[in-house]
């Protein structure tokens, strides 16, 4: 309007008063509840279901897990580095739970380059994953959860055992959420990150 371009004001039809406390980003995310865990537990032998049992004792998004190699796991010291992660506070050492180390064992010794990966050994597309692994197994614990719901598990657990919340952001790759007291002047090491993960 101001440079003659339109001559109608179609601004004054737009109400932004109800949406002025809704973030348009934002997801629902919803935990998985002690039932459905225990389900995924009763199928723990399909390995499938441990895949999703190791996103819900890690905290790692499913991106990360897919893009995991098996040079990046080090089963000795019970972790792994994340190396390739939407946010650069992403990038870590993430401890592996010991209720999900024989998962991990058994998934690193199939010779894949790739941790998690398809039948063929390769590399697992999210969009393959999603519907071909992940989608049956919400069926089988009869659920409705979107892989990022293991994320959200997993801090919900983390926080219900009273674990710090320093040692949650740094477990998840959640730095960015931190104070700068936390980000430059707390150091900690893997057995700490173990010792947190495996109160759940």
Known sequence: MKYELCNKDYSQYVDFTKHKDKNPNKTDRSPFSKEEISSLWVQ?????????????YSGVRIS???????ENVNLEEHCFDIIKSKTENGICKAPIADKVYDFRVKWYNEKSEFLVHADNGKKFTYTNYC???WEPVME??????????TRHTCISM???KGVSP???K???GHSGAMSLTERVYTHVNVQELLDAINKI
Not at 140 to 149: G, N, S, T
């Open 64 to 70: 990360e897990l897919l893009e995991l190699k098996c």
């Open 131 to 133: 519907d071909s692994y």
């Open 158 to 160: 983390m926080t219900e």
């Open 44 to 56: 723990k032998n399909n390995r499938y279901v441990q895949v999703v049992l190791m996103m819900i």
């Open 170 to 172: 740094k477990i998840v």
């Open 166 to 168: 320093t040692l949650i």
């Open 140 to 149: 089988l614990i009869d659920a409705a959860h979107k892989p990022h719901d």
